[in-house]
C-alpha cells in the first residue's frame, strides 16, 4: 500500500513539472508574437500588364512566344476558358464561339479570321501576312468570294497538327478553282509573293472544238488566258483590272468587241465590259459559260 502511495506521488510530481515546461514554453513563445506583422500579399500568376495590349506582359505576347499554345491558360482558366481555379473569364473578352482559340483571337478580326491583322500585328496590304487575303474574301468585281479553303487547308482546331505545330508562314494548298487546269501545279513563291500557274489570273486553255453549239463554226484552235503571275501583297488594283488574266478578247476566240461579250456570255457580262452575274458564280469558276450554260 505503500508503494502505491509513493508510486501516485511520483506520477504527480512528474505531471506537475511537465506542466511547468509546458507552460514556460507556452509564454516564452507568446512573449516573441509580433503583432504588427502584415498579412502576405495576394497570390497572384501574371504581371500587371497581362490584359494590356500595349504591355511587355501582354499574355497575347506571352501566347505568340509560346508558339500559340494556350494549354498551360486551361489550368487556371479552366477546360473551356470559363472558369476553374480563378474567378477570371477568358469569355470577358473572347466573347466568340471557342473563345481564345477562335481564329480571330490569332489572325483577323471579329468580323472575318483573315488578315489584317497578321500574326505580327500587321495590317498594312503591304506586308505578305496580310496581302489581298481581304480582296479575295469579301468579294470583288470579277468572282465571287474565295474562301480560306482555296488556299489553305483550313483546321479544325488550334492543335490539329499541321496548324500551330509548325513554323510561319502559313502553308498554301490550292484548291480545285486554283488547279481547274489539270496537269499544271499552281505555285506560290515566298520569296517574292507571287501566286503563279492559276486557273484564277488565266492559266486555262479551252477547244473550240469542244462546243455543243456546232452552229458556230468553230475552227478547233485553242483559247488561252495569260496565265498572269500576280503579286499577293501588290493590292492597288493593277493586277485584277479586265484583261490581265485574258485577252479581249482572249487569245485563240474569235474576234469580237467587248460590247458584244454578254451576246454569248449572257447574264455574265454587259456591253460595258463590267461582270453583272449578282453572285459573281459564272466567272473565274473553273467552268465555261456560254448561251448561259455551264460546262
Not at 47 to 71: A, K
Not at 160 to 174: C, K, R, T
Not at 199 to 222: M, R
Request: a negative charge.
Amino acid at each position: 500500500m505503500v508503494q502505491i502511495n509513493n508510486m501516485v506521488r511520483i506520477m504527480k510530481y512528474i505531471l506537475g513539472f511537465l506542466s511547468i515546461i509546458v507552460l514556460t514554453i507556452y509564454i516564452s513563445g507568446c512573449s516573441e508574437l509580433q503583432p504588427d506583422i502584415e498579412e502576405p500579399a495576394q497570390l497572384t500568376v501574371h504581371n500587371e500588364g497581362i490584359t494590356d495590349p500595349d504591355s511587355p506582359d501582354f499574355h497575347g505576347d506571352l501566347v505568340r512566344d509560346n508558339n500559340w499554345d494556350m494549354n498551360e491558360c486551361k489550368q487556371c482558366h479552366g477546360s473551356n476558358y470559363a472558369d476553374g481555379v480563378t474567378d477570371a473569364s477568358c469569355f470577358s473578352c473572347h466573347d466568340q464561339l471557342a473563345g481564345p482559340e477562335n481564329c480571330s483571337t490569332c489572325h483577323g478580326s471579329e468580323t472575318s479570321p483573315a488578315p489584317p491583322r497578321d500574326l505580327s500585328e500587321n495590317i498594312s496590304t503591304t506586308e505578305p501576312g496580310v496581302g489581298a487575303h481581304q480582296v479575295h474574301l469579301t468579294g470583288i468585281n470579277y468572282s465571287r468570294i474565295i474562301s480560306c479553303t482555296e488556299c489553305h487547308s483550313v483546321p479544325s482546331g488550334v492543335y490539329v497538327p499541321g496548324h500551330v505545330d509548325s513554323d510561319s508562314p502559313a502553308e498554301i494548298n490550292f484548291g480545285w478553282i486554283a488547279r481547274s487546269n489539270l496537269g499544271v501545279t499552281s505555285n506560290y513563291n515566298y520569296s517574292n509573293s507571287t501566286c503563279s500557274n492559276t486557273f484564277c489570273h488565266g492559266n486555262w486553255e479551252f477547244l473550240q472544238s469542244t462546243s455543243h453549239y456546232p452552229e458556230i463554226a468553230w475552227d478547233n484552235t485553242v483559247m488561252r488566258g495569260n496565265n498572269n503571275s500576280v503579286i499577293w501583297n501588290a493590292v492597288d488594283g493593277s493586277q485584277a483590272q479586265c484583261g490581265s488574266c485574258h485577252g479581249l478578247p482572249p487569245e485563240g476566240h474569235i474576234e469580237y468587241t467587248i460590247d458584244l461579250c454578254g451576246s454569248c456570255h449572257q447574264g455574265i457580262v454587259d456591253i460595258n465590259g463590267n461582270i453583272v452575274d449578282s453572285l459573281k458564280y459564272k466567272h473565274i469558276n473553273g467552268l465555261r459559260n456560254v448561251f448561259d450554260d455551264e460546262y
